[in-house]
T-cell receptor
Framework: GAVVSQHPSWVICKSGTSVKIECRSLDFQATTMFWYRQFPKQSLMLMAT?????????EQGVEKDKFLINHASLTLSTLTVTSAHPEDSSFYICSASGTVNTEAFFGQGTRLTVV | DAKTTQPTSMDCAEGRAANLPCNHSTISGNEYVYWYRQIHSQGPQYIIH???NNETNEMASLIITEDRKSSTLILPHATLRDTAVYYCIAHTMSARQLTFGSGTQLTVLP
């Protein structure tokens, strides 16, 4: 099946710093990618939809100035957590699908710990 | 996406079939039933999907009732590596984002 790669798998950063997470579709082009967040013992919650060549759309309650999304190419979307705080510590997961009418493929996730 | 209801947890003996139920009584005609699973600290993995016919692939079988109000995911010979949270999602193919519920924690016991 199609492969979506996420990097890094885990990251520890200090409060106030920014962290960039990359999501790549390795063998298909993805005009749309999705970013989810998952807190311990909870389900995945959609944060934003990343659209190639245009602005991302954010779900209600997600701060667009804090979670910067860039989708500069058909195979790469990045999520930057700016001025990270301990409450941003979570598991961040991206997904993508090649075309409409196909299943979504997920990255392996990024464990962010803010200390 | 239509709301789905799954049991919170289930156990299954290794080597036996694991049958995971899902209720989706308000599913609309153009919504497919998708199953994903998430092994601890990993991204979700696609398993199978179907509209109204039963489906089978190398991972599992999906049985959808005739009225489409419920379905069952069957792992024919569960292994310890099948321990995961299993998500049943009712989803139109034109919408690519998925709405995850709480899922079922399947624990395969040795």
């Amino acid at each position: 099946g199609a492969v979506v790669s996420q990097h890094p798998s885990w990251v520890i950063c200090k409060s106030g710093t920014s962290v960039k997470i990359e999501c790549r579709s390795l063998d298909f082009q993805a005009t749309t990618m999705f970013w989810y967040r998952q807190f311990p013992k909870q389900s995945l919650m959609l944060m934003a939809t990343s659209n190639e060549g245009s602005k991302a759309t954010y779900e209600q309650g997600v701060e667009k100035d804090k979670f910067l999304i860039n989708h500069a190419s058909l195979t790469l979307s990045t999520l930057t957590v700016t001025s990270a705080h301990p409450e941003d510590s979570s598991f961040y997961i991206c997904s993508a699908s090649g075309t409409v009418n196909t299943e979504a493929f997920f990255g392996q996730g990024t464990r962010l710990t803010v200390v | 996406d239509a709301k789905t209801t799954q049991p919170t947890s289930m156990d299954c003996a290794e080597g036996r079939a694991a049958n995971l139920p899902c209720n989706h009584s308000t599913i609309s005609g153009n919504e497919y039933v998708y199953w994903y699973r998430q092994i601890h600290s990993q991204g979700p993995q696609y398993i199978i999907h179907g509209l109204k016919n039963n489906e089978t692939n190398e991972m599992a079988s999906l049985i959808i009732t005739e009225d489409r109000k419920s379905s069952t995911l069957i792992l024919p010979h569960a292994t310890l590596r099948d321990t995961a949270v299993y998500y049943c999602i009712a989803h139109t193919m034109s919408a690519r984002q998925l709405t995850f519920g709480s899922g079922t924690q399947l624990t395969v016991l040795p």
